[in-house]
């Protein structure tokens, strides 16, 4: 899916591509250079097989804000499938407040 991705595309990744692709979206998890340890986020009950198949989408205008995208192997979900992190970084802005006390409702 992207420079970074593990594995082989199937039916169902080409679809999201598609989706990501019409929406204007980015896949985080396959913007970053991770070991494959960090990156894969579905182990089989018998270890043999792994694979990506869970993703973090973001908006393109978004996407400088996107840090990393990893795989946390300690957290216990119950599942058997690993939990992906995403860190951010945003930039808001800093409203003026001498315009909010100039607006006074009178009766």
């Not at 039916?11 to 019409?22: F, I, K, Q, T």
């Not at 929406?23 to 792994?50: C, M, Q």
């Not at 992906?84 to 003026?96: G, S």
Request: proline share 1%; glycine share 8%; aromatic share 4%.
């Amino acid at each position: 899916m992207g420079i970074h991705g593990c594995g082989s595309i199937n039916n169902n990744g080409e679809r999201l591509v598609e989706l990501c692709a019409s929406n204007d979206l980015v896949i985080g998890g396959t913007l970053f250079e991770h070991p494959a340890i960090h990156k894969l986020t579905w182990y089989s009950h018998n270890g043999r097989d792994n694979n990506q198949i869970d993703h973090i989408a973001i908006n393109n205008i978004w996407r400088r804000s996107l840090l990393d995208v990893r795989v946390k192997r300690g957290a216990d979900v119950g599942s058997d499938h690993l939990l992906e992190i995403a860190r951010i970084r945003l930039k808001l802005r800093r409203t003026d407040r001498r315009d909010m006390h100039k607006k006074k409702i009178r009766c």
